[in-house]
């Protein structure tokens, strides 16, 4: 099983272990892979190696509660296993629940905060949709209005809220536990989700003579799992629906294209998934006959590995968008029942109930949520069918002090295929919230490497008296073709040299690649609401952002206080694979005058090309009014307010990155136990993100780019182990970073304030 590190970990043939049970180790390789593994293993490759010739059986359990007595799970798990001559079988299986922690439950997560730059002051933040309901005033918006829209608005510009005794202005300085009129969700939003898995896992081999053995490798995994969000934030300017002014509902007699009401009378957002996962992987290996003297001894596999992911969710609590802007036009009351309804006395809307976004809270009755909720179901899946083979051996010597070169050929053909199909009022866009399209798409490779091992200069250990290298060629290369976008070749050299025992010396140079996968290449257009600020709300009289934002058509005093704003992303059928070239070059130090001592150091240089990502709407905001670039993915509605940010995934620039990895291993065996210190270090000296235009960002230290990017990070540990007791202490560090206003470290709009 691999997993590949290129920035961020990514699963390969993912096996979805439920527990560590049937692992054996881990392998981490720190340099560029793909020469070896194929796409994606840009930054280094993690190899999990599972149990094989185990015989026995271990039950585990772990439970865990925190200290406010909530977040209970627990971790049941068993393994089994019988080796014999003629082969070997081990099975695992594993249920694993974890209960809900609510971000209301915990102090620093009881409320959205919000860091003002200019006073250096954290203030909460919350939304400005309301179970009260809002309304901000239009350009759009049409109509005089009666008396108590006169009388509302002579007390200033808006907008107005619906406090206890009435409408009024909307006090936008905080939530209503601050003295403010913001709504705060958090209460309601999950800090841990709930979820339960349930795995089984089993491995086998068996003998069919003295050369050749079958062997095979099967999971299952099912995850149940739900999220919940605050009640639907419905916002009519953004699903572009129109409050009429003959509303029956609406006390002011005008259209209103802006009105907001959080609909807690709907319950919560709910999202449940049922994903099931099952892989089988099946073939044969074994040793060439000395028969076939050029090849004797070279060891051969053939395998079948096929694996596919399915799930359904279920979610409830969005409205029909079709059904809203007739509940939210034009109605009256039915003289003859005393009903209100939709539509007018001569062109009456059947089975449409009308919507009262006016009367605060409860007074949305159950038959207009009825008539507008909804309960759609989404099926996803996705699958990987491989056939591989694989042959290695020793070949010759060099010189008689040397280990003999050893080879490795492969090919390989996979297929990869997924889907994403939401509920049809999702999909075609009949929903307040996200808009999904559907996704389909599927594609299919064929590869073939080899892998070069060429000791030059072998000699002894002089205590142990065990043959040692002393300087070797490493070498590899991969070609593949991809039926989306091509043919390419990848390869990768290197060389380890130790002039004495104690060092050794190695470096490397490398290119990869990384595919695009299904989802980045069919993914269909869908919203995702970022946590970002309008630039232009509240903006610097005077500044350069405020002279951009007026040629772009937004007035001055502009502001929104929506903490979120809509993006649309998707796929892109024309994506080209990421191309990268990675250096590394390091040394080990073994020193034999102090025993159980090791240290590594490494210095590595990444390069990316064509990486495959969105421009991201905090890159997009913050560059159209600071630089002036990105600006044509922006659309503003009448009035100011941000519509929507095109976000797709693209071939955008590429990054660079170098740094320093570091680690020290010290375990003493002693007569009071065996003492174990360690450090795991790793310095970042660059991360630069090149977007089109020639647009650099810098991101080590700075929060520019939404990554958290230190320059310096550690692990610490210290363990002492003596049969049967054991204890450790661990301490993970991270060094502080900058995170300025708009995400823009590197404009000068007053002193970064660091966090």
Not at 121 to 129: H, Q
Not at 163 to 171: H, L, P
Not at 580 to 585: R, Y
């Amino acid at each position: 099983v691999g997993i590949v590190i290129d920035g961020v970990y990514r699963a390969r043939n993912s096996v979805g272990f439920g527990d560590l049970g049937e692992m054996e180790r881990i392998e981490v390789l720190k340099d560029g892979g793909s020469a070896v593994y194929g796409s994606d293993a840009i930054g280094g490759v993690v190899n999990i190696i599972t149990r094989q010739d185990y015989s026995g059986t271990e039950l585990r359990a772990f439970s865990g509660l925190s200290s406010r007595a909530d977040g209970l799970l627990y971790d049941l798990s068993m393994t089994t296993g019988q080796s014999t001559e003629r082969g070997n079988i081990l099975f695992s299986a594993g249920y694993y629940t974890q209960h809900d922690v609510f971000a209301g439950n915990r102090p620093y997560s009881r409320y959205d905060s919000t860091y003002n730059f200019a006073s250096r002051r954290i203030t909460t933040s919350g939304s400005t949709t309301t179970p009260e309901g809002a309304i901000f005033v239009d350009s759009r918006d049409t109509g005089a209005g009666n008396a108590a829209w006169s009388d509302l608005t002579g007390g200033g510009a808006g907008p107005y809220y619906r406090g206890v005794d009435g409408w009024r202005k909307f006090n936008t300085t905080g939530v209503t536990d601050a003295g403010g009129d913001l709504y705060n969700y958090q209460p309601d939003n999950y800090l841990v989700t709930p979820q339960q898995r349930a795995h089984l896992f089993a491995t086998g081999g068996l003998r069919l003579g003295t050369q050749t053995s079958a062997f095979f490798e099967s999971t299952f995994v099912n995850r149940q799992s739900k999220q919940q969000l605050a009640a639907e934030p419905l916002n009519t300017v953004n699903e572009g629906v129109v409050v009429s002014a003959n509303n029956v509902y609406n006390p002011f007699n005008r259209d209103f294209h802006d009105v907001r009401r959080r609909l807690v009378e709907f319950g919560t957002r709910d999202y449940e998934q049922d994903v099931t996962t099952f892989r089988i992987v099946t073939g044969l290996r074994g040793k060439i006959p000395q028969e076939i003297s050029a090849l004797s001894g070279w060891a051969w596999e053939a395998s079948f590995n096929h694996g596919r992911t399915q799930g359904v969710e279920l979610k409830q609590g969005n409205v029909r968008l079709s059904r809203l802007q007739a509940a939210v036009g034009p109605s009256f009351v039915d003289p003859a029942t005393g009903v209100a309804t939709c539509g007018t006395p001569d062109a009456v809307i059947e089975g449409c109930v009308p919507l009262n976004l006016f009367g605060g809270p409860g007074t949305i009755t159950p038959q207009m949520r009825d008539y507008l909720s909804y309960r759609g179901t989404r099926r996803g899946n996705t699958q990987q069918t491989v056939l591989s083979a694989n042959i290695g051996g020793e070949m010759f010597r060099l010189l008689p002090s040397a280990r003999r070169a050893g080879l490795a050929l492969g090919v390989e053909h996979r297929r990869e295929a997924g889907a994403n199909i939401p509920d049809p009022l999702t999909n075609s866009g009949d929903t307040t919230g996200n808009k999904i399209a559907s996704t389909e798409g599927s594609y299919y490779v064929s590869e073939g490497y080899l892998e070069l091992s060429l000791p030059i200069l072998g000699g002894t250990n002089a205590q142990t008296g065990e043959p040692r290298d002393i300087w070797e060629l490493t070498g590899a290369a991969r070609a593949f073709n991809y039926n989306t976008f091509g043919s390419g070749l990848t390869y990768k050299a290197g060389t380890r040299v130790s002039p004495i025992p104690d060092v050794t010396l190695r470096s490397t140079y490398s290119t990869a690649y990384r595919a695009p996968a299904v989802n980045e290449l069919y993914l269909g257009g869908s919203d995702d609401f970022d946590d970002v600020v309008d630039p232009c709300s509240n903006r610097t009289p005077g500044s350069e952002i405020d002279a951009r934002c007026t040629a772009a058509g937004v007035p001055s005093g502009f502001q929104d206080a929506r903490a979120q704003q809509r993006a649309v992303v998707g796929g892109n059928r024309n994506l080209k694979p990421e191309r990268a070239n990675i250096f590394t070059v390091g040394a080990v130090i073994q020193p034999r005058w102090v025993r159980d001592l090791s240290a590594t150091v490494d210095y590595y240089l990444v390069d990316v090309r064509d990486a495959i990502q969105s421009v991201g709407t905090s890159v997009i905001l913050n560059n159209c009014y600071t630089k002036g670039t990105y600006c044509d993915r922006i659309t503003r509605l009448p009035g100011g307010l941000i519509d929507t940010i095109q976000n797709p995934l693209d071939n955008v620039g590429g990054n660079t990155t170098s740094g320093v990895d570091l680690s020290l291993r010290y375990q003493p065996q002693t007569a009071y136990g065996r003492f174990g210190f360690g450090i795991d270090a790793t310095y970042l000296a660059k991360f630069e993100q090149e977007f089109s235009g020639d647009l650099i960002i810098d991101g080590r230290n700075n929060y520019d780019l939404g990554l958290v990017l230190p320059d310096w990070k550690a692990n610490f540990g210290v363990s002492w182990g003596l049969d049967p007791i054991s204890a450790a202490v661990n301490v993970r560090w991270i060094d502080g970073y900058r995170e300025c206003q708009a995400n823009a470290c590197d404009v000068a709009e007053g002193a970064p304030a660091p966090l």
